[in-house]
Structures are given as C-alpha cells and as structure tokens.
C-alpha cells in the first residue's frame, strides 16, 4: 500500500475524530505547528524514522515537543511510530487540513508576485477567486517571486491561474516557435 494512500486513512480518522469531538479548530492548529515543526526541521524526521532509536525514545522526542497538545494529536503521532509510520507524518496533517477546509468552504491558495500584496489587494484576490471555485473563504498565502517580472500567478490545489509576465512571454514564445515549425 503506498504511503500517500496510508497517510489519507490516517487524515480522515483523525479528521474523523475532530468532528465527533468538536476539536477540529484546536486540532487544526496544533496539527499546523507539528506540521511547521517537522518541515523546518528534516533531522527530525530522520531521527524518528532511524532504526536504532527505539519506539519509546522516539515517544518522548514527540512528548517534550508536543507536551500542550491534545491527547488525540499526540495519541495519534504514538500510533504512527508505533506502526513505523513517522515519515507520513506531514502528509497525514495536510490531508487532515485539505479534509477541514472542505468541510468549511475554505480553499488555500499561494499566490506569486513581484512584490508584497497588501491586504486590499488580497482582499480583492480573495472575493474574485472565492467566487470563482464557489467556496466561502479564499486563504492566500503571498510568495514574492520576482522572476515572473509582474503580474500574479496563483496555484489552487492543482489548478494554475497565470496572468504573470512571464507566463504570458512564455506562451508568446511557444506560438512563435509553433508557427515558425
């Protein structure tokens, strides 16, 4: 069974939980802070995934990092080193996030520009694209990127809306070359 198909059964059970027990926010930000931990930190998932470190140490490692967090966040990162799971651990938490944000209409998106947007700009980015996908709340998340030269590029789940210069120099250039064949 592949680990991505893995992670999602371990993302829904805990999406799963969240809701019978009313947690999903709390959980949602606990599991954002573990999900920042281990992407800023790729020693640490090389400690939990090494063969010579026991169950046990590796409970504690997560214990002491985690030691405020809800008894369903932790019980679950033991179950995944008990079962030798810890390198899903991020992809378990953003198929939990992708399972909460459906559930509440919210759709991430990483919008790519020149120069920081301020929040007007997002503001109307978000109500242009928020209707668009018929979805509740667009959250954007700004990644300046000064190769696309202007413009905006925005990534949505799998879909790529590019109105960068770059992008549009790029189709220009692949019309010229078409034609030219």
């Known amino acids: 069974m592949s680990l991505e198909i893995v992670a999602k059964r371990y993302g829904v059970a805990l999406f799963q939980i969240g809701q019978e027990k009313s947690m999903l926010d709390k959980m949602e930000e606990e599991l954002r802070t573990v999900r920042a931990v281990f992407l800023d930190n790729e020693q640490l998932i090389e400690l939990l995934t ?26 679950t990162l ?18 939990f996030l992708q399972l909460t944000n459906e559930a509440r209409g919210i759709a991430e998106a990483d ?3 020149v120069r ?46 590019d109105g960068s210069v770059s992008g549009k120099l790029e189709r220009i250039e692949r019309k010229l070359v078409s034609a030219n064949k």
């Open 111 to 113: 919008v790519y520009s």
């Open 50 to 75: 090494h063969p010579r470190l026991g169950a046990d140490k590796k409970k504690q490692i997560l214990d002491e990092a985690f030691k405020d967090f809800s008894k369903e966040v932790k019980n």
């Open 78 to 95: 033991h179950l995944l080193v008990d079962r030798r799971r810890e390198a899903i651990i991020p992809d378990m938490i953003d198929h």
């Open 116 to 161: 920081e947007l301020n929040d007007d700009e997002q503001k109307a980015l978000q109500d242009v694209f928020a209707k668009k996908l018929n979805v509740n709340t667009l959250r954007i998340h700004n990644i300046v990127d000064p190769s696309i030269l202007g413009g905006l590029k925005l990534k949505i789940g799998n879909r790529i809306y």
